[in-house]
């Protein structure tokens, strides 16, 4: 039973045209997390949302942005993907200090 | 500033034998603790985790690690290894801030495993 879902699992994106990853959860966690991970590397957090409040990290590029509708769902957007982009993303969900659950990811290639 | 660091990149071992995989960390207060295991392509899957209590912990596939707060390590192991943990093992260390809540992971170590 997925609990941590991500779509598309593969995508295919041009050089600087706009994408959208989305993470859905099942289990109301009110912690939910982007981590962008290069081959070989560890996951490196994007930003995360507690609650509704947005927590961004000091490196992550302008490029990227966020979205949190709902409990749910949360989206990942890349304004301008570069080549430099390609990666996996990987979406998780904790409650308050809990463990995280991890999505099984979305690869991305730019092409 | 908080940082986990895993000192070996590469471990390969034969399929029987014991392992150990090392995870050194650094943050001011009591640390949670985790280890997660991922598959080529996969996202991670949670091994163990350590919260408080017992040092020692008990996790899935037969894995377990020790805290040691005077060493600020938490080496995972396992007395005798399968092929199918051929994997990338990654510790993380739990950490709040201001009221957010976010892990911050080791490098990783990539495990083979000879038949």
Redesign the interface.
Known sequence: DAMVIQNPRYQVTQFGKPVTLSCSQTLNHNVMYWYQQKSSQAPKLLFHYYDKDFNNEADTPDNFQSRRPNTSFCFLDIRSPGLGDAAMYLCATSLGQGRAFFGQGTRLTVV | AQSVTQPDIHITVSEGASLELRCNYSYGATP?L?W?VQSP??????LL?YFSGDTLVQGIKGFEAEFKRSQSSFNLRKPSVHWSDAAEY?CAV?T?TS??????????T?LKVLA
């Open positions: 949670y985790f997660y392509g996969q996202g991670l899957q949670l985790k990654f739990g709040s009221g957010t809540y976010k892990y911050i992971f080791g490098t990783g990539r």
